[in-house]
């Protein structure tokens, strides 16, 4: 079932194009990343599904609702945690998800309920009488997310979720909103982060000059890579300074102990390791120089 479908979206404002003939579908409990370099028009689409922003040409449905013919019922099926903080930071912690849910005629018990489940998930429970300008950072953009679920939407939006978020906080909201999907929400990310749409997302568009320019899935999109880049550091070699042994490789010394190696598809890692282990250079460490994702969409975007 398509969570969400879009078609021959245009939007303009007075004479610019900022989106030209979308076409998107996203399936049910999908996880979709949506990237694009600031100003491409991902977030312009997006505000045209949640309708905070007319489209001005062709159909955007959700779970198979207009949001031209019936937007109310759309609504109850989406939800979009944006970057910036828009609650009353003078309200209490418990009380916003609370408010949020008497917006979709949800009961206040009910509500009640909900609130207390996703609170202590969240690991904001022992906080919640708290007002909400009291809160780290942190805490603020899990009680976005707890107030985005409290009607249990069946398709959520992330808008850089983990911004300015620290490496092991993101870790932690990675395995949270991994399980939230596991669970049958559809998600829909945008993130500067590329590790991020490796390591959680099944599929990718990717927005270039108000198009999409790729539409597939992240394995396919992976597959696609012509070559990846790698640093190796270097703990044993009989001669660091002669590496014509990696010509093959586009081999460089970057500095005293670290080379960077190129790795065309039509070598493989197992090869690269027979060289080095053949000409007793030993390595201690090797990764990527970018990120997989990050090296692809620099190519579509350029």
């Excluded at 997006?46 to 040409?57: A, G, Q, Y």
């Excluded at 009961?107 to 309920?113: D, G, L, R, S, T």
């Excluded at 749409?197 to 270039?208: F, P, Q, T």
Aim: net charge positive; aromatic share 10%; proline share 1%.
């Amino acid at each position: 079932m398509k969570a969400v479908k879009i078609k021959g979206l245009v939007k303009k404002y007075w004479k610019k194009t900022v989106l030209n003939k979308i076409n998107l579908s996203i399936e049910q409990g999908d996880f979709f990343a949506l990237l694009g370099h600031n100003g491409a028009g991902k977030t312009t689409a997006i505000w045209i599904m949640t309708d905070l922003v007319e489209k001005t040409s062709w159909k955007v449905e959700i779970f198979w609702v207009s949001i031209d013919d019936d937007f109310v019922q759309a609504k109850r099926y989406i939800w979009v945690v944006p970057q910036e903080f828009n609650f009353s930071m003078w309200e209490k912690v418990k009380d916003i998800p609370v408010v949020q849910a008497g917006y979709y005629w949800i009961e206040k018990k009910v509500a009640e309920k909900r609130t207390e489940k996703l609170l202590k998930k969240l690991e904001l429970w022992e906080h919640r009488d708290k007002e909400a300008k009291d809160l780290s950072g942190w805490m603020k953009r899990r009680l976005m997310i707890a107030r985005a679920l409290v009607h249990k939407p069946k398709f959520l939006i992330l808008d850089e979720p983990t911004a300015w978020v620290d490496v092991e906080l993101r870790k932690t909201m990675w395995e949270f909103i991994k399980d939230l999907n596991k669970s049958g929400t559809t998600i829909l990310l945008t993130t500067h982060y590329l590790e991020e749409v490796e390591a959680l997302c099944n599929k990718v568009a990717i927005i270039s000059k108000w198009k999409i320019v790729e539409n597939t899935s992240v394995k396919e999109l992976l597959s696609s890579l012509d070559e990846e880049v790698f640093l190796l550091d270097i703990r044993k070699t009989s001669s660091l300074d002669d590496i014509t042994v990696l010509k093959d490789f586009k081999a460089m010394s970057i500095k005293k102990r670290e080379i960077e190696l190129t790795v065309c598809r039509k070598y493989s890692l197992n090869k690269l390791f027979e060289i080095l282990n053949k000409n007793n250079i030993q390595i201690s460490s090797m990764r990527n120089k970018v990120n997989r994702i990050e090296q692809l969409f620099m190519n579509l975007t350029k």
